[in-house]
């Protein structure tokens, strides 16, 4: 997809030595050695050249970074983990806010909490919460960063036993738009934790995050299980009827994709289309058996996969198929039936799509998602069984457009079925009508309200953006 074409601004060397001397962490400019490497992110569909990186080491320098963009007038990116569907995490010819070396993480065992900086990715946070059998609900991909992922919401296996990450945000500290470190807690700015439970980076950046945390792990029964693709139907009309009968402890998602080159599949399905069931029971291992044991009754899989594992390792067992580097593109829906006709719309887009590696995924949502309600967070479309996300992907520009095109037709082709809105975090373009759908009217109003308060001026708006 197209980057636009942004007019530099020029700053003075004086302005940028000042900058750089205030910093304990580091800044880099364009004619820097790694400045290609530090302004890349996950979407490879994205190539921007911001002016300035400024790779923070603490609070301090966030602010400052802040501060210095808006007093230049530069456009500022937030980046993290920079796994943005849309390139949010970059910008061209601004100033990037890099919290990819602020990853510290402290738990509390004994009250459940963890407290992480906002650059930590998934994988950072659970290595530290899992030494005590802890966890909270996290990405699909673990190199994913926290913050981002928390603040539109965060969907994961864990999320129909403990809810959405957002679900479990107790409390963050953020510097606002004027530069300021503000808390946001159960008992102080209690609206503005509102808001960045689903609200996303609209607020301002998110310098650490507060978590409830829950007993999981360290091993779980999880995995998946894979059919061939020519039982795509046959396993969709399963996945309807099974889906209503499960308890809150377990969270499934189907998979309709092409076989990678993998070693835990059998090397005569590489590159044919299969259906991959992914099953995470948070609970007696026995008793998650029990729940799986109908999925492999279906009989004949290509390869079932799903077993006790430690739970980092389900955590991480997707992130050699989701390197960085490739053009991605993402549309969701929020799902309310899989009617007959809605099961033979998804086989038919998913035996139309233009590349092996585009995808179709069905999550099954409820259970504590939707027991959370809308005066818990921002978060909307709790009340649907199923969250639809379509991923466009391709190793390079070539035939990507064609991928973008099959994304929006199957997300139309669902419409009969669907909500106007979606999950924002897998939007990979999302104007104001759909953005406000996504939320609900309430919702929407309420986070104009706070966007409004904390930033009038609209310099957090590389985003799904709230427009003051």
């Not at 909270?136 to 129909?160: A, C, D, E, K, Q």
């Not at 993402?330 to 799509?353: C, G, H, M, N």
């Not at 979606?422 to 919702?443: H, K």
């Not at 706070?450 to 709230?466: A, C, S, T, V």
Request: hydrophobic residues 40%; negative net charge; charged residues 20%.
């Amino acid at each position: 997809m197209a980057t636009q074409t942004i007019t530099p601004h020029v700053l003075g060397e004086a302005t940028l030595s000042e900058l750089e001397q205030g910093l304990r962490g580091r800044l880099i400019r364009p004619q820097d050695d790694d400045y290609d490497e530090a302004r890349s992110i996950w979407n490879g569909a994205h190539d921007r050249r911001p002016a300035l990186i400024v790779r923070c080491a603490g609070v301090a320098d966030v602010m400052r970074a802040v501060d210095f963009a808006r007093s230049e007038s530069l456009q500022v990116a937030v980046r993290g983990g920079g796994h943005s569907i849309p390139g949010f995490s970059s910008c061209d010819g601004g100033v990037l806010v890099d919290l990819s070396g602020m990853t510290s993480v402290h738990v509390d065992p004994a009250g459940r909490t963890a407290v992480a900086e906002g650059g930590c990715t998934w994988a950072d946070f659970d290595h530290e919460t899992q030494a005590f059998g802890l966890a909270v609900t996290g990405g699909l991909v673990s190199t994913t960063g926290i913050g981002g992922f928390t603040l539109g919401g965060g969907i994961g296996w864990l999320m129909r036993k403990c809810g959405l990450a957002c679900d479990n945000l107790i409390a963050a500290d953020v510097v606002t738009a004027d530069g300021r470190l503000v808390h946001a807690g159960e008992d102080e700015n209690a609206e503005l934790l509102w808001g960045l439970r689903g609200g996303g980076g609209n607020f301002g950046i998110a310098t650490s995050l507060t978590f409830r945390v829950h007993p999981v792990g360290p091993m779980v029964l999880a995995g998946p299980i894979f059919f061939a693709g020519d039982r795509a139907e046959e396993i969709l009309r399963f996945y309807r009827d099974w889906t209503p009968t499960l308890p809150d402890e377990l969270t499934t998602l189907v998979n309709l994709t092409t076989a990678p080159p993998a070693p835990f599949l059998p090397e005569a399905v590489h590159g044919k289309p299969i259906v991959g069931v992914v099953a995470v029971h948070a609970g007696e291992q026995e008793r998650g058996r029990e729940l799986v044991q109908p999925l492999k009754d279906l009989g004949d899989p290509i390869a079932d996969l799903i077993g006790v594992m430690p739970y980092v390792a389900m955590q991480g067992l997707l992130d050699p198929l989701w390197a960085r580097g490739a053009h991605n593109y993402f549309r969701s829906a929020f799902v309310d039936e899989l009617t007959d006709e809605a099961v033979a719309a998804l086989v038919a887009r998913y035996r139309a799509k233009p590349a092996p590696t585009s995808e179709l995924h069905l999550h099954h949502f409820g259970g504590a998602v939707a027991r959370y309600g809308d005066h818990h967070g921002a978060f909307g479309g709790r009340s649907a069984p199923y969250v639809f996300n379509v991923i466009a992907r391709s190793p390079g520009a070539e035939g990507f457009d064609a991928n973008v095109a099959w994304a929006r037709g199957t997300t139309e082709a669902l419409e009969p079925v669907s909500r106007e809105g979606g999950y924002t975090n897998f939007m990979g373009d999302a104007g104001d009508e759909r953005l406000r759908a996504s939320y609900g009217a309430a919702n929407y109003e309420r986070l104009v309200a706070l966007k409004r308060r904390y930033d009038p001026e609209n310099l957090f708006r590389l985003n799904q953006n709230i427009r003051p």
